[in-house]
């Protein structure tokens, strides 16, 4: 290799330290690994840290701080969690999305008799379901459903 000993360039260089700099800002970006993006219809994205499932002792402070960042969920997953023997305790898993400026909206984990009285209080509010999932448990036939609501 000959080096421009004048400007300690490499010789024939139209753009020295460019490509680096590039690579090096591509490297960091995906090793920051703070999101992943989904290619889907809309604009979610999977955290990779957070896309375990949750239960509602973390999921509230999970919700919260993807909205410190700016995220709402954009779907909603649910099951049951086995983690706690005799009690019953559901889980739920999450995809993000933006928040559009001044949206609310509200997330509920539970029986479908409780869901649907949330539905009634929701649209009271003006909001409307955007997600929900109801699921059976094989071993004992209990339901469980989640939803999301939005303005």
């Known amino acids: 290799m000959r080096i421009n000993q004048a400007g300690s360039r490499r010789a024939g260089s139209k753009w020295p330290g460019r490509a680096g700099a590039t690579i090096g800002a591509l490297l960091l970006a995906s090793l920051a690994g703070c999101m ?9 994205f999977q955290t990779s840290g957070i896309d375990a499932w949750l239960t ?5 402070a999970v919700v919260n701080a993807m909205a410190a960042k700016g995220l709402m969920p954009a779907t909603i997953d649910c099951r049951f969690d086995r983690t706690v023997p005799g009690q019953v305790v559901y889980a739920s898993k999450f995809t ?22 949330k539905e009634v209080k929701s649209n009271r509010v003006g909001l ?11 071993a004992t036939g209990r339901k469980v459903g989640c939803s999301i609501w939005t303005n």
């Open 36 to 44: 992943t993006y989904r290619t889907s219809g809309r604009d979610t």
């Open 56 to 60: 509602a002792a973390n999921a509230d």
């Open 96 to 117: 993000w999305q933006r928040a559009p400026a001044n949206t609310r909206y509200h997330w509920e984990v539970g029986d479908p008799t409780y869901l649907a009285s």
């Open 128 to 138: 409307h379901r955007i997600a929900a999932k109801i699921v059976r448990d094989p």
